[in-house]
């Protein structure tokens, strides 16, 4: 599947997070700690203190596709709150804290802080437009439009430069944008020998704007 829009999440206040934090358990988990199973039920919300966590998807023949990755100050496992199953799994892909709260709690907490509420609505406003992108862009687009599309995203400006900040393996960028390895490695090589990237040590530099068309 290809990235989430670029837009921005919005992170919540440290005042916000502690306060969640105090309502709930704080928790530690280890790099590739499944912390959401898509299909079960559950009601627990997880508040990102610090690292990182990977929302995926994937079918009994265990292919994946990335959803998006979400860090301190945003939360996973909101969409439980209506006691309906999983939409999707969740991973650790660092070793990361949560304050994990159950759906009592949150309600209790959103009722309490109403600000909040509207945070919570934004985010889903803007993960629902997000998933709407990646269906058009998964349903209209070739390999090397989602490819270009996700390369954008991700970059920003360094040293006058576009670069992406995250350090991606070809098979990262495949689950990414729905293809096979093989074929992101292909595209990855012909930019680089074109001179559009750079790529060093899994660091991937856009030299020149991408071609629209490949």
């Not at 990235?3 to 928790?27: D, F």
């Not at 995926?56 to 100050?73: C, D, K, L, Q, T």
């Not at 969409?79 to 009592?104: F, I, K, Q, W, Y």
């Not at 790529?199 to 530099?205: A, P, S």
Request: glycine share 8%; with cysteine.
């Amino acid at each position: 599947m290809s990235e989430a829009a670029a837009e921005l999440p919005l992170p919540l206040r440290q005042e916000t997070l502690r306060a969640i934090a105090t309502t709930g358990v704080v928790r530690q988990f280890p790099k590739q700690t499944i912390l959401i199973n898509e299909g079960d039920v559950g009601d627990t919300l997880y508040i990102i203190l610090t690292g990182r966590v990977k929302v995926y998807a994937s079918n009994a023949a265990g292919r994946e596709v990335v959803i998006n990755f979400h860090g301190a100050g945003e939360y996973v496992g909101e969409m439980s709150l209506d006691g309906s199953p999983r939409s999707a799994s969740v991973v650790t892909v660092e070793p990361t804290t949560c304050a994990v709260v159950n759906r009592a709690q949150f309600r209790d907490f959103i009722v309490a802080n109403p600000d909040f509420a509207q945070h919570l609505i934004s985010t889903l406003i803007r993960r629902a437009r997000s998933a709407t992108e990646n269906l058009k862009s998964l349903a209209l687009s070739d390999v090397y439009g989602r490819l270009v599309r996700l390369l954008n995203a991700l970059a920003v400006e360094a040293d006058g430069r576009l670069a992406v900040r995250e350090r991606l393996t070809q098979q990262d960028i495949a689950d990414r944008v729905g293809a096979s390895r093989d074929m992101v490695g292909k595209l990855l090589k012909d930019l680089v020998a074109g001179g559009y990237l750079l790529v060093e040590d899994r660091q991937i530099t856009i030299v020149r704007k991408l071609p629209p068309g490949w």
